[in-house]
Nanobody, 115 residues
Framework: QVQLVESGGGWVQPGGSLRLSCVGS????????MGWYRQAPGKQRELVAV???????NYADSVKGRFTISRDNAKHTVYLQMNSLKPEDATVYYC?????????WGQGTQVAVSS
């Protein structure tokens, strides 16, 4: 069992930056593939970025070059550094921990991008 708590959301102007954090507890954090997803109202949840236990990363095309996912296993934390934010990035972001077919979700953190 893994419990995930996200933080770091908020409001930013277009072109600004935010860093999301997700702290995991309850299990061996380092063995999980960690990911950030987002879901706009009325739309399916979509993958933003993922980082494996070995540190390999993958990004959605829409965020490549702007977002960076990283993890600190000693702190049981995964980060999403978001730069050059656009209004279309505004939505709720969710942290996910996955190992084989088992996955866990955080409660989400809201990101708002507007002038």
């Amino acid at each position: 069992q893994v419990q995930l708590v996200e933080s770091g959301g908020g409001w930013v102007q277009p072109g600004g930056s935010l860093r999301l954090s997700c702290v995991g507890s309850g299990s061996i954090f380092s063995i999980y593939t960690m990911g950030w997803y987002r879901q706009a109202p009325g739309k399916q949840r979509e993958l933003v970025a993922v980082i494996t236990s070995g540190g390999s990363t993958n990004y959605a095309d829409s965020v490549k070059g702007r977002f960076t996912i990283s993890r600190d296993n000693a702190k049981h934390t995964v980060y999403l550094q978001m730069n050059s934010l656009k209004p279309e990035d505004a939505t709720v972001y969710y942290c996910n921990a996955r190992r084989y077919s088992v996955g866990y979700w955080g409660q989400g953190t809201q990101v708002a991008v507007s002038s």
